[in-house]
């Protein structure tokens, strides 16, 4: 019998659950900015809810080891040692992961893709989630930076990003960046619609192009043909996927991987982080 929960920190809300013997028992949402104190609000949820075997977060930033790096969006988020100041006030063993890893954990289980030695997922939403598995392993890199897909440098971009540097991926592709599209275009209609009013307005096929490229650069690196892809802007409404997996595979290395390319669209839905957090759990 096993009692977890898991928390979803966002930049813009905070989603809470408990899963128990696997089965989902509630989610709950927070605005982020309402949370002054992490380790107060963890714990009071702690205490809510009794019997508790686990909790894991995920987080927006940059996590190594079980500890936080960066989190360039949540200003006072940034408490190294957020899992063992937990631990200290709860006695329930902590997990922190990036807040993409819960979406892939799941995503994984869900499509029984476990098996697979490589899988690239992205996450287009408010920024890019990026995650990566080579060689049947999650890569974090040296210093828990890897995958960090939304913070490349793209040539010829200027603007500069919430993590303080200039020309980022995320300043250019992403819902903010999509959101500021629209707004400088003055595209008529609600955003909601904008690939259903505007899938062939020329800084729209831009976008998606951007983001083709990036998925394709990846690609040919880490030589995967596994993909995942979803997020909020990928699930709005008229999204062009087929336009997109063809400006992938025009990228691909070697025309050859093209049989080998497999595409995973998945839904973006506010259980799916608090189930994967339950995953997560059970693995660890």
């Known amino acids: 019998m096993t009692k977890v929960l898991g928390i979803d920190i966002g930049g813009t809300h905070t989603r809470y659950g408990i899963i128990e013997n696997d089965i989902l028992i509630n989610v709950e949402k927070v605005p982020t900015k309402s949370i002054i104190d992490f380790t107060a609000f963890v714990t009071e949820l702690v205490f809510d809810n ?81 995650f990566i598995k080579v060689n049947g392993k999650i890569l974090e890199g040296t210093h828990g930076f890897a995958a960090e897909l939304g913070h490349v440098p793209v040539a010829k971009n200027t603007k500069e990003c919430p993590c303080g540097k200039l020309g980022c991926a995320e300043t250019i592709i992403s819902g903010k960046a999509l959101v500021q599209l629209f707004e400088e275009e003055k595209l008529d209609g609600e955003f909601v619609d904008v690939f259903v009013n505007h899938s062939n307005h020329p800084k729209i096929i831009e976008f998606i192009k951007g983001f083709s490229e990036l998925i394709s650069f990846e690609m040919n690196i880490f030589d995967i043909t596994k993909l995942i892809i979803g997020g909020g802007v990928v699930n709005m409404k008229g999204f062009p996927k087929t336009d997109l997996v063809k400006m992938i595979e025009k990228h691909l290395r070697a025309a050859s991987l093209l049989p080998e390319l497999k595409v995973y669209f998945v839904e973006d839905t506010p259980q799916k982080s608090i189930l994967g957090a339950a995953l997560i759990a059970k693995g660890e």
């Open 50 to 130: 009794v019997s508790l075997d686990k909790i894991v977060i995920g987080v927006p930033g940059i996590v190594y080891q079980n500890e936080i790096m960066n989190i360039p969006n949540v200003d006072n988020l940034n408490i190294k040692n957020l899992a063992s100041l937990i631990e200290q006030n709860t006695n329930i063993k902590t997990i922190i992961k990036r807040d993409v890893q819960l979406l892939f954990t799941y995503d994984v289980d869900k499509l029984n893709l476990t098996e697979e030695s490589g899988i690239l997922a992205f996450y287009l939403g408010t920024g890019i989630g990026n």
